[in-house]
C-alpha cells in the first residue's frame, strides 16, 4: 500500500562523544538500506553530544536558569522545583531542555544551539555518503498540558514539510476546513520514539512511507511549529497570568481615579 508507514530503529550506533562525525555514524548503521523519500529520526541527545553540548554543573538547577529566557510556570514538591519555562531556542518546555541523564558525573547535556542546523547539516552529509534523498527530524521528549505523559516532538527538521495546512479542503462532507493543520513531523517524532525508546540506547530510527512528505530543499525547518506571541491563546503562566491580572486591575485603577 503506498500509505503503508514501515518504522524500525536503526542498531550498532555507539556510544556518541563530542566531535564525533553523527553522520558517519548513522550512514554505517543504515548501510545500503535508506530510501529516497525516508525520514531518519535521531534524537536530540545525540546530536548534541556530537557537538560538544556537554556542559559542566554541579547543580542542574543552575544550567536551567542559564539556558532559561521566560518562566512560564512553576511549582514546588518534596523532590524539589519543576519548571516550564521558554528555553533560548524558543521551545516552551520542562526544565529548558537540560538533561542530567546519560552524562557523566558532575555534567549535563544541553539542546544543540539551533537543532533546524543541526537537521540541515545532517541531512546534507547523509546525502553526500549514500546517494539517496532522506529527511531528517531531530527530537525530543515533551510534556503536553492537559495530557497525561510525555511523547517525543520535532526540535530540528530539514527536508520534510513540518506542519501540512489543510485549510481550504473539504471533509468527506464537502465541508470546507478552515484552520486543520496536521504536525507531520510531530507525528514523525512520536511514531520513531515508539522504536527507539527511552533507555534501549537507539537515538535513530528510520520511517518510510511518508516520501509525499519530502522536499527537495530543507523547508522552514521546525520553527513553523512554534507558535507566535500573538497567536497563543496559552502564552502566559499561571504566576505570570495572575502578576498581570495584578497589573492590569492596578493600571484599570488609577486610570480610574484620574
Known amino acids: 500500500m503506498d500509505d503503508a508507514l514501515t518504522i524500525w530503529p536503526l542498531r550498532g550506533i555507539p556510544e556518541v562523544s563530542p566531535g564525533d562525525d553523527l553522520a558517519a555514524l548513522v550512514a554505517e548503521a543504515a548501510g545500503p538500506t535508506l530510501r529516497d523519500g525516508d525520514v531518519v529520526a535521531v534524537s536530540s541527545k545525540v546530536v548534541s553530544k556530537a557537538e560538544g553540548r556537554v556542559v559542566a554543573a554541579d547543580d542542574r538547577e543552575d544550567a536551567i536558569t542559564a539556558e532559561t529566557v521566560r518562566v512560564v510556570a512553576r511549582r514546588e514538591h518534596p523532590g524539589g522545583v519543576t519548571r516550564i519555562v521558554q528555553n ?3 521551545f516552551v518546555m520542562a526544565a529548558a531542555g537540560v538533561d542530567a541523564s546519560n552524562t ?3 555534567t549535563v547535556l544541553l539542546l544543540p ?6 537537521a540541515r547539516a545532517l541531512r546534507a552529509a ?4 549514500l546517494g539517496v534523498r532522506v529527511a531528517v527530524v531531530v527530537t525530543d521528549t515533551f510534556g503536553r498540558p492537559w495530557r497525561v505523559g510525555q511523547t517525543d516532538v520535532a526540535l530540528g527538521v530539514a527536508g520534510l514539510v513540518p506542519v ?3 485549510a481550504g479542503t473539504r ?6 476546513l478552515h484552520v486543520t493543520q496536521t504536525a507531520v513531523a510531530d507525528q514523525v517524532a512520536g511514531a520513531a520514539e515508539l522504536v527507539m525508546g527511552k533507555a534501549s ?3 535513530v530510527a528510520v520511517v518510510r512511507g511518508l516520501a509525499r512528505h519530502v522536499t527537495e530543499d530543507d523547508g522552514p525547518g521546525a520553527a513553523a511549529l512554534v507558535r507566535d506571541a500573538e497567536r497563543d491563546m496559552f502564552r502566559l503562566g499561571s504566576d505570570e497570568a495572575y502578576a498581570q491580572g495584578l497589573a492590569d486591575g492596578r493600571a484599570e485603577r488609577d486610570g480610574e481615579g484620574r
Do not use: M, T, Y
Not at 113 to 118: F, K, V
Not at 126 to 129: M, P
Open 88 to 90: 533560548r531556542q524558543g
Open 104 to 106: 557523566p558525573e558532575g
Open 113 to 118: 544551539l539551533d537543532p533546524d542546523a543541526s
Open 126 to 129: 547523509l546525502q553526500d555518503r
Open 164 to 166: 501540512l495546512d489543510l
Open 171 to 176: 471533509d468527506a462532507h464537502g465541508r470546507e
Open 201 to 203: 540506547q537507539c537515538p
